[in-house]
């Protein structure tokens, strides 16, 4: 039975229900989030290191569809469809440096503006010109230290969509560009993919679910503050010695965590100068696969640091994996449709109107769709 999935969300977070259960379950809604949402959004690929040298490459899939960036002998950033437009095979694997691109499968050879320079044996082939093939191309930026690619060829920068917050980035994180890539963690989860975003979007569970996250940061500082499509998540680190990891040496003394819509979560934690990227990424309607980078002041993490990793994978992951595989359960039965959102006015880490604001974007690329 179809429903009306944006009943009981009213645009005030104070009166408003979550997002309807059906988002979360039904595969209908999975495809569209795939198709209108992964699809048609700004997608972090990687640091801006791995791409400042010409010829230097990255590959990545997007919504299912597979991408290549590049930066090509000019020093131009671009990227493209991994496809070779002759028998559609992909054609770079991984990450490197290259002067050119050959699929593997024929050989055809384009150079790093997608041009097609070479086929072999097709000299004779009648009205076929080497020089009108290019690869296709997929929008990509540079923005606050990092590359990100979007494969709708209408949207805007992310730059212009995203208002203030590269301004907020550059301010809490001015070493952002040094830094370097020291570790990645990686997670299955039998999730939604919008139920990880929501669990990330509150901290209101967060007392009772995190005992050793709220002794390192100090939450009556927690203030969380929603900016057309990203929301800023800011505390004071802890006042007295906590229990998740050691920070007596930090230099960086505040939890500085921005939610870039639909899927990034760019986090500056307590300690070191460092940047931890969250990727979450929707493989099914019930499983969501997740990328954590650690981008560090040098490329081995020191005793600290790499207790802060083992903290966020052997605790604090444990504890977000176990609750939103435990929602996505209860999503799954008769006994739940929608739950009261929970508001404070003043925007406290103990609010959830930042999850409010996303169910808030959700609604409007649904609506496009409904049924």
Not at 60 to 82: C, H, S, T, W
Not at 198 to 211: G, I, M, R, T
Not at 248 to 269: E, K, S
Not at 345 to 369: I, N, T, W
Request: contains cysteine; proline residues 5%.
């Amino acid at each position: 039975m179809n429903v009306d999935i944006a009943s009981g969300w009213t645009p005030d977070p104070g009166t408003s229900m979550s997002l309807h259960a059906d988002a979360y379950t039904r595969a209908h809604w999975f495809d569209v989030d795939q198709r209108q949402i992964i699809g048609r959004s700004w997608q972090w690929v990687c640091h801006g290191e791995k791409l400042r040298e010409p010829g230097s490459y990255v590959t990545e899939n997007i919504a299912g569809m597979p991408i290549m960036a590049v930066r090509d002998p000019a020093g131009e950033l671009r990227a493209f469809y991994n496809v070779c437009k002759h028998r559609a095979h992909h054609l770079l694997e991984g990450e490197g440096t290259t002067s050119n691109i050959v699929c593997p499968y024929h050989a055809w050879s384009y150079d790093l503006n997608g041009q097609l320079k070479a086929a072999r044996h097709t000299g004779s082939l009648p009205e076929f010109d080497v020089g009108s093939v290019c690869l296709d191309t997929v929008q990509v930026e540079e923005f606050g230290g990092y590359i990100y690619v979007n494969l709708d060829p209408t949207a805007a920068p992310l730059a212009e969509q995203s208002g203030a917050l590269g301004d907020e980035i550059a301010h809490w994180a001015p070493d952002v560009d040094e830094l370097t890539f020291a570790h990645r963690l990686t997670y299955d989860i039998g999730s939604n993919w919008k139920n990880v975003v929501d669990n990330f979007l509150e901290c209101y569970h967060c007392h009772v679910a995190h005992k050793d996250f709220v002794s390192l940061v100090d939450m009556d500082t927690y203030k969380v503050t929603t900016h057309g499509i990203y929301s800023s998540h800011m505390a004071e680190a802890g006042k007295t010695t906590n229990t998740a990891y050691d920070t007596h040496d930090a230099t960086v003394t505040d939890h500085a965590v921005w939610w870039l819509w639909p899927n990034t979560c760019i986090m500056r934690y307590p300690g070191r100068g460092n940047m931890i990227i969250l990727k979450i990424i929707p493989v099914g309607p019930a499983r969501t696969l997740e990328t954590y980078d650690f981008f560090l002041e040098s490329a081995e993490p020191n005793e600290a640091e790499l207790e802060s990793i083992r903290y966020l994978d052997e605790v604090l992951q444990v504890e977000d994996i176990n609750l939103v595989e435990s929602v996505q359960r209860g999503m799954e039965t008769p006994a739940f449709t929608q739950g009261r959102i929970v508001n404070d006015p003043s925007g406290s880490g103990l609010s959830e109107h930042a999850l409010h604001h996303f169910h808030g974007l959700v609604l409007d690329h649904y609506r496009k769709v409904q049924p």
